[in-house]
């Protein structure tokens, strides 16, 4: 799946962009090599088969719940035109198992949990996206929240062509 990997700064998040399924939000930096991996949330058909036997390597999930990722998966879509061309917005939702109560972290790093309700992409259509390699977009949080308590609980995401020498910023 394509996915667009980028850092929230100011709350040291490492946000991945899977556009039009989930966004993921993990606290601290990650590498961006390691993000790509998909992680390790399915079984071999065979029982006796361990995690290798895959012909691609997966990343295993985190045991700690400090270090599990707060999923948003896509809740709606639409499209806006306005001057500067047609943009698709895209609106993720957190989701929540009945019986997920997280225990309270100890981390210096704000929990994703307790400040983001939502996540808003912006994406601009691209039709020269398949010409180029890699095909990887880029994503740049415009606005997150920035401690608990605070009216706004949405993070504003843009996913766009990737600039020249351009990388994610920590």
Same mark, same amino acid.
Request: hydrophobic share 35%; charged share 25%.
């Given at each position: 799946?394509?996915?667009s990997?980028?850092?929230?700064a100011?709350?040291? =998040?490492?946000?991945?962009?899977?556009?039009?399924?989930?966004? @993921?939000?993990?606290?601290?930096?990650?590498?961006?090599?390691e993000?790509?991996?998909?992680?390790?949330?399915?079984?071999?058909?065979?029982?006796?088969?361990?995690?290798?036997?895959?012909?691609?390597? @997966?990343?295993?999930?985190?045991?700690?719940?400090?270090?599990? %990722?707060?999923?948003?998966?896509?809740? &709606?879509?639409?499209?806006?035109?306005?001057?500067?061309?047609?943009? @698709?917005?895209?609106?993720?939702?957190?989701?929540?198992?009945?019986?997920?109560v997280?225990?309270?972290?100890?981390?210096?790093?704000?929990d994703?949990?307790?400040?983001?309700? &939502?996540?808003?992409?912006?994406?601009?259509?691209? %039709?020269?996206? =398949?010409?180029? &390699?890699?095909?990887?977009?880029?994503?740049?949080?415009?606005?997150? %929240?920035?401690?608990?308590?605070?009216?706004?609980?949405?993070?504003?995401?843009?996913?766009?062509?990737?600039?020249? =020498?351009?990388?994610s910023?920590?």
């Amino acid at each position: 799946m394509q996915q667009s990997i980028c850092y929230d700064a100011a709350n040291r =998040w490492t946000v991945s962009v899977a556009w039009g399924f989930v966004v @993921t939000v993990t606290r601290g930096v990650m590498p961006a090599r390691e993000m790509e991996m998909p992680a390790r949330t399915f079984l071999n058909w065979y029982r006796r088969a361990d995690y290798k036997a895959h012909a691609f390597n @997966t990343r295993p999930l985190a045991r700690n719940q400090c270090e599990r %990722p707060a999923l948003y998966y896509l809740a &709606s879509a639409r499209r806006t035109v306005v001057r500067t061309g047609e943009t @698709t917005v895209t609106r993720y939702q957190r989701w929540r198992h009945r019986n997920d109560v997280r225990p309270p972290c100890q981390w210096r790093i704000p929990d994703p949990d307790a400040l983001l309700d &939502s996540v808003i992409v912006l994406k601009k259509p691209d %039709p020269g996206l =398949w010409d180029r &390699s890699p095909m990887r977009n880029c994503c740049r949080v415009l606005s997150s %929240p920035r401690k608990e308590g605070g009216g706004n609980k949405t993070m504003t995401i843009d996913v766009g062509v990737c600039k020249d =020498w351009v990388y994610s910023q920590v």
